[in-house]
């Protein structure tokens, strides 16, 4: 079992920046990737940004030039450093952990483990 929780929520005036935290604990996250997806009211879940084990990256196109997802995998940790937010980006994040080898999870329904959430707010 792995159990994630998120931090670092808030409000921001538009523009601002936020750091997203998730702090993992029970077993090993060895060939874990690791994801940032988000929840608009009224909207799907979606995936934001993704990091694999070795540090490969992924990012939505409405996060790229803005976010950077970063993963310290000693403290079984990864973050969310967002830049530039805007009003579009309010929305419960939430921390997800997926056992997949050699491809970046993508699917919402690739990911076993899920945080609560913390919320972003940008205010215009």
């Known amino acids: 079992q792995v159990q994630l929780v998120e931090s670092g929520g808030g409000l921001v005036q538009n523009g601002g920046s936020l750091r997203l935290s998730c702090a993992a604990s029970g077993r090993s996250l060895y060939n874990y990737a690791m994801g940032w997806y988000r929840q608009a009211p009224g909207k799907e879940r979606e995936l934001v940004a993704a990091?694999?084990?070795?540090?490969?990256?992924y990012y939505a196109d409405s996060a790229k030039g803005r976010f950077t997802i970063s993963r310290d995998n000693a403290k079984k940790s990864v973050s969310l450093q967002m830049n530039s937010l805007k009003p579009e980006d309010t929305a419960v994040y939430y921390c997800a952990a997926a056992l997949l080898i050699g491809v970046l999870p993508i699917r919402v329904d690739q990911y076993e483990y899920w945080g609560q959430g913390t919320q972003v707010t940008v205010s215009s």
């Open positions: 990091i694999s084990y070795g540090g490969s990256t």
